[in-house]
């Protein structure tokens, strides 16, 4: 059975971090490219960030470039969102989505909810 699990999200002060996680099962992972997509309050969903396949490259929304970091484990099947200097506007529920077309899984979401 695919499943894609995202944790670690929750409430956090302007200026903290919090660390997701994405834990893939179920398909080979270690062949999709995987990125982390976010909705907002009453928004579309934006992208945030990619890792390739291997885990050489990484790409960044300028709103989140300096201070997120994705990264990816192929043996453990995760891969992790280190989110630093956190806004009230990265409050969303933030996704993980592996891609290796025509097929896409996503997770079901964590809360990041940024406030004081």
């Known amino acids: 059975q695919v499943q894609l699990v995202d944790s670690g999200g929750g409430l956090v002060q302007p200026g903290g971090s919090l660390r997701l996680s994405c834990a893939a099962s179920?398909?080979?992972?270690?062949?999709?490219?995987v990125s982390w997509v976010r909705q907002a309050p009453g928004k579309g969903l934006e992208w945030v960030s990619d890792?390739?396949?291997?885990?050489?490259?990484?790409y960044y929304a300028d709103s989140v470039k300096g201070r997120f970091t994705i990264s990816r484990d192929n043996a453990k099947n995760t891969v992790d969102l280190q989110m630093t200097s956190l806004k009230p506007e990265d409050t969303a529920v933030y996704y993980c989505?592996?891609?290796?077309?025509?097929?896409?899984?996503w997770g079901q979401g964590t809360q990041v909810t940024v406030s004081s």
């Open positions: 989505r592996a891609d290796r077309l025509p097929r896409v899984y």
């Open positions: 179920g398909f080979t992972f270690s062949s999709y490219w």
């Open positions: 890792i390739n396949t291997g885990g050489g490259s990484t």
